[in-house]
T-cell receptor, first 110, second 112 residues
Framework: GEDVEQSLFLSVREGDSSVINCTYTDSSSTYLYWYKQEPGAGLQLLTYIFSNMDMKQDQRLTVLLNKKDKHLSLRIADTQTGDSAIYFCAGYSSASKIIFGSGTRLSIRP | DTAVSQTPKYLVTQMGNDKSIKCEQNLGHDTMYWYKQDSKKFLKIMFSYNNKELIINETVPNRFSPKSPDKAHLNLHINSLELGDSAVYFC???????????FGPGTRLTVT
């Protein structure tokens, strides 16, 4: 079945770039998403990329998609303390539903 | 001007009780979802409705029954609550012509 995988934890120094990686299995995923969840809050859609794109940039966020390897990444430039959260990768599957990864908990070191 | 709202935000109840969680969206979206997020933050889809019609029903105990009185509302009723039902339940909605999914703030259910 469809699966989306992410590493569970990432720690970066404030001001550095964060790169969160994700792999997925459903090659027919038309859209791939990044969501942010802060403690005690719901999921906030950060950005998404259509499967025919390689890259999408939105201010400090850069999404890279390698469709051949089914690999998606989110780069956050100049990481700030407010970026501390859980980041979920997700793919829109052929079954008309969005499948979420397990989330990567990003922590920021001073 | 809340886009997707849920009530209640917190729900503490005893095993065996029946409870409902309500969800409303004012975005004009046609499709609504219920997700369950467990203590490890794993997010799993439970149900999806499109224009009041059930389109996705994952492997969920039949103690869980969604109800959509109109396309702006999707409620979740849970019978005979069990300890394992403790989780955060998220409602979400999507426009028919788009793929962005918008989430509500969640309902933290604690069964004691």
């Amino acid at each position: 079945g469809e699966d989306v995988e992410q590493s569970l934890f990432l720690s970066v120094r404030e001001g550095d770039s964060s790169v969160i990686n994700c792999t997925y299995t459903d090659s027919s995923s038309t859209y791939l998403y990044w969501y942010k969840q802060e403690p005690g809050a719901g999921l906030q859609l950060l950005t998404y990329i259509f499967s025919n794109m390689d890259m999408k940039q939105d201010q400090r966020l850069t999404v890279l998609l390698n469709k051949k390897d089914k690999h998606l990444s989110l780069r956050i430039a100049d990481t700030q303390t407010g970026d501390s959260a859980i980041y979920f990768c997700a793919g829109y599957s052929s079954a008309s539903k969005i499948i979420f990864g397990s989330g990567t908990r990003l922590s920021i070191r001073p | 001007d809340t886009a997707v709202s849920q009530t209640p935000k917190y729900l503490v109840t005893q095993m065996g009780n029946d409870k409902s969680i309500k969800c409303e969206q004012n975005l004009g979206h046609d499709t609504m979802y219920w997700y369950k997020q467990d203590s490890k933050k794993f997010l799993k889809i439970m149900f999806s409705y499109n224009n009041k019609e059930l389109i996705i029903n994952e492997t969920v105990p039949n103690r869980f029954s969604p109800k959509s009185p109109d396309k702006a509302h999707l409620n979740l009723h849970i019978n005979s609550l069990e300890l394992g039902d403790s989780a955060v339940y998220f409602c979400a909605s999507t426009p028919t012509s788009g793929y962005e999914q918008y989430f509500g703030p969640g309902t933290r259910l604690t069964v004691t």
